[in-house]
């Protein structure tokens, strides 16, 4: 992959229930970004931190929000809609946008700057749904919405800021499913969405489920949007995340993930969210997602 990529940070934790993952850029950073892109022959260049403010200057109540249960919502949005102004310039640019969260409600920030001029997939690599709405949502953390709003459901029907405008069901698919809230279950079922759960995985293998939901996400797009939750894989090889599954992919299925999404030839931005340095070992999970960050740019051991 001959191209140049921007690092965007977006230190946000204001969709989370655990403080520490706003430090996910700083951590990502220092175990080695930059040097594995370098490997993978891809140009970097920094692009630093969005400003925001520290989620102690804020208050988290649902009444001093726009949306009823949903914590930090307007702090969320603020962050989001600079977020998207950075990766839709990083695009027109021609420049690759790799966004370092923070929490995943960056995501819909993302998503929003990748495809206001683009009808785009998104694969999502996560062992949560984050389709749950401010109506179903059982913690009011904005974390486990980001594909709802990106998709207009309910509360963010009539959100500009929210809903991304290249973003459709059909093209969205999930890789590794294994904690999914009951609500979003149903929504799955109702939607056109495509879902592959850790089962898939373990009876198919990681490859054959990637190409699957490859086919899905650029079917008549223009691209794809890749969301990396260190939460996919499973928590001994990443400790450091908020809301740790068991039974998730293993470090080599990982790499294998996204060497075959590299293969295919079609990223048009990418996030990587929920590293959280306070709950790491030895910043063992930013390493790790140096490492398979790479692997999604083409670096290979031969």
């Known amino acids: 992959m001959n191209r140049t990529v921007r690092i965007i940070g977006a230190?946000?934790?204001?969709?989370?229930?655990?403080?520490?993952v706003d430090m996910g850029p700083s951590a990502i950073r220092y175990a080695g970004l930059s040097d594995q892109l370098r490997s993978a022959g891809v140009d970097t260049e920094d692009d630093g931190?969005?400003?925001?403010?520290?989620?102690?200057?804020?208050?988290s109540t649902d009444e001093s929000g726009s949306i009823e249960n949903a914590r930090f919502i307007d702090e969320v949005r603020d962050a989001c809609e600079h977020l998207g102004d950075r990766v839709e310039e990083t695009i027109s640019d021609g420049i690759f946008p790799l966004v370092l969260g923070g929490d995943h409600s960056i995501s819909i920030g993302t998503m929003h700057g990748a495809s206001r001029d683009?009808?785009?997939?998104?694969?999502w690599f996560d062992a949560h749904a984050d389709l749950n709405t401010p109506s179903t949502?059982?913690?009011g953390n904005v974390h486990g919405m980001p594909l709802a709003a990106a998709?207009?459901?309910?509360?963010?029907?009539?959100?500009?800021?929210?809903?991304?405008?290249?973003?459709?069901?059909?093209?969205?698919?999930?890789?590794?499913?294994?904690?999914?809230?009951?609500?979003?279950?149903?929504?799955?079922?109702?939607?056109?969405?495509?879902?592959?759960?850790?089962?898939?995985?373990?009876?198919?293998?990681?490859?054959?489920v990637v190409e699957d939901a490859l086919s899905v996400v650029t079917n008549e797009t223009d691209g794809i949007h890749v969301s990396l939750d260190l939460d996919w894989l499973d928590p001994s090889s990443a400790?450091?995340?908020g809301t740790p599954v068991r039974?998730?992919?293993?470090?080599?299925?990982?790499?294998s993930a996204l060497e075959t999404v590299a293969e295919h030839?079609?990223?048009?931005?990418?996030?990587?969210?929920?590293?959280?340095?306070?709950?790491?070992?030895?910043?063992?999970?930013?390493?790790?997602?140096?490492?398979?960050?790479?692997?999604?740019?083409?670096?290979?051991?031969?």
């Open 239 to 241: 400790p450091g995340v």
């Open 49 to 59: 931190d969005l400003f925001v403010p520290r989620a102690e200057e804020r208050d």
């Open 118 to 123: 683009a009808d785009i997939g998104v694969l």
């Open 247 to 255: 039974g998730g992919a293993t470090y080599r299925e990982a790499h």
């Open 151 to 208: 998709l207009g459901y309910d509360e963010f029907e009539s959100l500009s800021w929210s809903n991304a405008p290249g973003v459709d069901e059909e093209s969205v698919a999930y890789v590794g499913l294994r904690s999914v809230d009951d609500g979003e279950r149903e929504m799955i079922h109702d939607s056109e969405i495509t879902a592959f759960t850790m089962a898939d995985i373990d009876e198919r293998g990681i490859t054959a």
């Open 11 to 20: 230190p946000v934790d204001y969709g989370a229930n655990r403080r520490g």
């Open 265 to 302: 030839g079609s990223l048009r931005s990418m996030d990587v969210v929920e590293v959280n340095p306070i709950l790491d070992e030895s910043n063992e999970t930013a390493s790790v997602a140096t490492e398979i960050v790479a692997s999604a740019f083409g670096k290979r051991t031969l």
């Open 137 to 139: 949502s059982p913690s």
